[in-house]
Each structure stands twice: as C-alpha cells, then as structure tokens.
C-alpha cells in the first residue's frame, strides 16, 4: 500500500519508541503547497514585525496576527490530513493496538485546538 511515503520499506521510525512512522511524512503530495504557505505566513510575520516597530494601530496588528494564524491552522489541517491518511491509517494495518496509535493522534488534535 503507498499512503505517501518516500523511501525503501525499511525506513526508521519517526521516534525510537514508535514503529509506525516513517522518518519522512506522509505529506509528500502536499510538500509543495505546505512549503510555500510557510513562506507566505512568514512574510505576514515579518509585516507584522515591521507593523509593531511603525507602532501601527493595535487592532491592524491584531488583525494581521488572527490572519497568520488562520493561514498556519489551514496547513496544519494539510499535514493532519495526508498524516491520517498516511501514518495513522499504516501503523492500525500494521499494530494490532490500535490504541496506541489513537491516543497519539488525539494527542495532536489537543495540541491543534
């Protein structure tokens, strides 16, 4: 099955303690797309910066701050997806405790919301 990795069938996992995950994400459909609305958010970062040190107005830096944080909660929704769709949907065909594998992605949702 190919959930999106790259790489030979014996990759490492991710973290020692785990064997689920492979050392690349499963989000290499994305990585593009992932990768130039990081640069896009860290331009808007970057105007914000300059907004504070021209003491703008609050509440347009408070705007272009709820703005950079919708643009990194949508690509965070990216990687959530195609890691579901990837990583988590692997290890529950591969690990008979699928418990361990749902308490971390509830572990991520958590540090999401």
């Avoid at 643009?71 to 959530?80: E, F, H, P």
Wanted: charged share 35%.
């Amino acid at each position: 099955m190919d959930h999106g990795h790259t790489g030979s069938s014996d990759d490492r996992a991710c973290r020692p303690e785990c064997g689920h995950h492979r050392r690349s994400g499963s989000y290499g459909k994305d990585r593009e797309k992932i990768l130039h609305g990081l640069r896009r958010v860290e331009g808007q970062v970057r105007g914000i910066q300059r907004m504070v040190e021209e003491d703008r107005y609050c509440v347009d830096v408070l705007n272009q701050i709820a703005a950079a944080r919708m643009a990194l909660a949508r690509l965070a929704l990216i990687v959530l997806e195609d890691h579901t769709r990837g990583c988590v949907s692997r290890a529950m065909a591969e690990q008979k405790d699928h418990d361990e594998v749902i308490e971390e992605l509830l572990q991520v949702f958590k540090r999401l919301i």
